[in-house]
């Protein structure tokens, strides 16, 4: 693929049989290069300063620093997709707090949709979320707060000044929906979809998929 874009992935993880596994996938594709591997968060940070790769993929529970704390300083260098086990709410939403742009859980994806999520994510085309990091974003969202009356929470997205389309699109992208499944359900083409996604993110002041969700959910006051 000589003058065709070529993807920089760093890979963290405490397993080594899990990077050398991933690493092999990844490296099968036409334009993903593994440019760097650690094995926890300290060695992650180091490594990134110097590779500057376009996306980290990276564990959350490792030794030295685990992924969450690592996640903070790695958004700095590059764009970073939480990879892991966990699925825990309150996990996915510090990973997102602290710059992560995507959350993938082992076992819910194929090694051509992580592919892809690498490419998405690059281009700012998507957030990848797994079903289950989605639903937990949307269970740590609702953690603690009662439910709203319907006309307290009709009050509060009238605030954002979405139209009524955009709320339509916004609802799907809480359920979980990738765009292509959202462009189907409300026929429409998928870069229609992509364009209505960027109009929400620019009202909601989400830079995210993840945060977006949070925002339009809802969350307690932070103190």
């Avoid at 959350?60 to 825990?88: K, N, Y």
């Avoid at 959350?103 to 289950?132: C, G, I, K, W």
């Avoid at 009709?154 to 916004?170: C, P, T, Y």
């Avoid at 959202?182 to 229609?192: D, W």
Wanted: glycine share 6%.
């Amino acid at each position: 693929m000589d003058g065709a874009e070529r993807y920089r992935v760093m890979i963290v993880d405490d397993n080594a049989f899990i990077r050398a596994g991933l690493a092999s996938a990844l490296e099968a594709t036409d334009d993903i290069e593994v440019v760097g591997e650690a094995a926890d968060g300290h060695a992650a940070e180091e490594l990134a300063w110097r590779l500057v790769p376009d996306v980290v993929l990276l564990d959350v529970r490792m030794p030295r620093a685990d992924g969450i704390s690592a996640a903070a300083v790695l958004s700095r260098v590059s764009r970073v997709i939480m990879l892991t086990q966990v699925e825990e709410p309150d996990v996915v939403l510090a990973a997102v707090r602290n710059g992560a742009v995507g959350y993938l859980v082992h076992n819910t994806f194929t090694v051509d949709e992580l592919a892809a999520a690498v490419r998405d994510t690059v281009r700012h085309r998507a957030h990848p979320l797994s079903h289950a990091a989605s639903a937990a974003l949307i269970d740590a969202a609702r953690t603690g707060r009662p439910a709203a009356p319907a006309a307290d929470a009709a009050e509060r997205r009238a605030r954002f000044g979405l139209s009524a389309r955009e709320i339509q699109v916004m609802d799907l992208i809480v359920r979980g929906l990738a765009n292509q499944d959202i462009a189907a359900k409300l026929f429409l083409t998928e870069k229609t979809v992509k364009n209505y996604i960027n109009r929400i993110y620019a009202k909601l002041d989400a830079p995210n998929r993840a945060t977006a969700i949070v925002t339009w959910i809802g969350m307690p006051p932070q103190g």
